[in-house]
């Protein structure tokens, strides 16, 4: 069945935005269990901490170049056909992980998931712009989006128990299977979205996906949102561990409650995305977020029935940023660069994780005990990332006005097109009527 942009009965537009939310949880979940499998992994392969980190950062380096590399090809292929192809060579690659008998190999597994892993991510949000309306598409992202606290209630505390029942292939085997039985519900339930693109060739693509002003906003909306989360969750566990007083024990009831709070959260946010200007939604969100942030990167020692409700406000308000900010981002592209351009903010999204994740690293130390000295100036600049998010959302507002108003409000406004549409200054419709 081939499908043009809201050609979708009712039905079936709820089964693709569940398929397309497996499909990130699945990807999400590949990340985050090799977080709580590293004192496990390190004994088996007798590696050190820092070959571990290697290990982490190789998902996230190789989904950052490969993201890169298909803003030059995305745009030539269906998107289903392109979505189906990547998904197999991550399921592949997870099994590859599951398998792998040296340091090397699940190395080499690893790049490949995050090769794959991270292109794929960048469809399915491509899909939801295609084949969603603009008038639905903050309550797809918030489905779609729902994969990262579901990831967070699953993800963590599933693998622990797994790894300790089975070793630290099971939860790599369990994904895999995951994985097939999603990849086989994609095969039957997505629908073809052809591609739009014209005879361009791929530099002369990447070229008009790079340079347009409109574009240039949404990649630094997209770098900006990942930084502010990016500077602060890696050091959260260790942080509620060594200084918060919270047992090991504990931990998995801090992701399990606030990946919960986050996951009921996110159909109204969606709903208030689709109801409302993005932009004021996203600055509605945002004065919350930041104070979550500063009270946790502030927390001295506390007891689990107060940290439980502060770490749940935490997961919500980072989660409460993504619907607003990634609807403004999709919107703001023609369906013709979207696959490419969603490709290429995946990229600069890791790039910025991986950036975000560095400067934490220099700003916090441990002290002879364990503690961590520092958090709360990751804290601060977690923040200050936080008001350059709203800063460049209202740029991108100024710009492209259609990308975060009411679809109900939807008017002519005056931007232009990447390449081969009217001269620039001149008024045409949002990208979803341009020609």
């Not at 940023?321 to 890791?350: D, H, L």
Request: aromatic fraction near 10%.
């Amino acid at each position: 069945m081939t499908t043009t942009t809201a050609s979708l009965p009712a039905s079936q537009e709820r089964a693709l935005l569940i398929t397309l939310a497996a499909v990130q949880f699945a990807n999400v979940l590949d990340f985050m269990i090799m977080m709580p499998l590293g004192a496990k992994i390190m004994g088996v392969f007798a590696i050190t901490p820092r070959e571990f980190s290697w290990l982490v950062a190789a998902y996230g380096t190789a989904a950052a170049i490969s993201g890169f590399a298909g803003g030059f090809v995305l745009d030539r292929f269906d998107r289903r056909n392109a979505l189906l192809v990547l998904f197999s060579g991550f399921t592949l690659a997870t099994f590859a992980c599951a398998i792998a008998p040296t340091y090397l190999a699940l190395l080499f597994a690893r790049l490949a998931a995050g090769a794959f892993g991270g292109v794929a991510g960048s469809v399915v949000t491509a899909m939801v712009g295609d084949v969603i309306p603009p008038e639905r598409r903050g309550r797809a992202m918030s489905t779609v989006m729902s994969a990262f606290p579901l990831a967070s209630i699953a993800g963590v505390p599933l693998s622990i128990i797994l790894a300790n029942a089975w070793e630290w292939h099971a939860p790599f085997y369990l994904l895999t299977v995951l994985s097939l039985i999603v990849l086989f519900i994609a095969a039957r339930t997505l629908p073809h979205v052809p591609s739009q693109r014209g005879d361009h060739t791929g530099w002369r693509q990447m070229r008009a996906i790079l340079v347009h002003p409109v574009h240039q906003r949404g990649f630094w909306l997209g770098g900006l949102l990942m930084f502010a989360g990016a500077a602060i969750v890696p050091f959260m566990a260790p942080s509620l561990i060594k200084n918060v007083g919270i047992s090991e024990s504990q931990l998995p009831f801090i992701y399990l409650v606030g990946g919960t709070a986050s996951f009921f959260a996110m159909p109204w946010l969606g709903r208030m995305s689709d109801r409302y200007d993005k932009l004021h939604v996203l600055m509605v969100v945002t004065l919350p977020a930041c104070l979550a942030v500063l009270v946790l990167t502030h927390l001295g020692p506390t007891p689990l029935p107060l940290v439980l409700p502060l770490s749940a406000f935490f997961f919500v308000g980072m989660a409460s940023r993504f619907p607003p900010a990634m609807a403004m981002i999709t919107n703001s592209v023609e369906a013709r660069y979207r696959g490419g351009f969603m490709s290429v903010i995946s990229a600069i999204q890791q790039a910025a994780a991986g950036l975000a994740n560095v400067a934490s690293g220099l700003l916090v130390t441990a002290d002879a005990d364990g503690r961590l000295i520092g958090f709360n100036r990751a804290g601060f600049m977690s923040v200050t990332a936080f008001a350059f998010t709203v800063w460049m959302a209202w740029r991108l507002r100024v710009i492209a006005p259609y990308a975060a108003r009411n679809p109900h409000e939807r008017e002519v406004a005056t931007a232009s097109p990447p390449s081969g549409g009217p001269a620039a200054n001149t008024t045409y419709r949002t990208p979803d009527d341009a020609p």
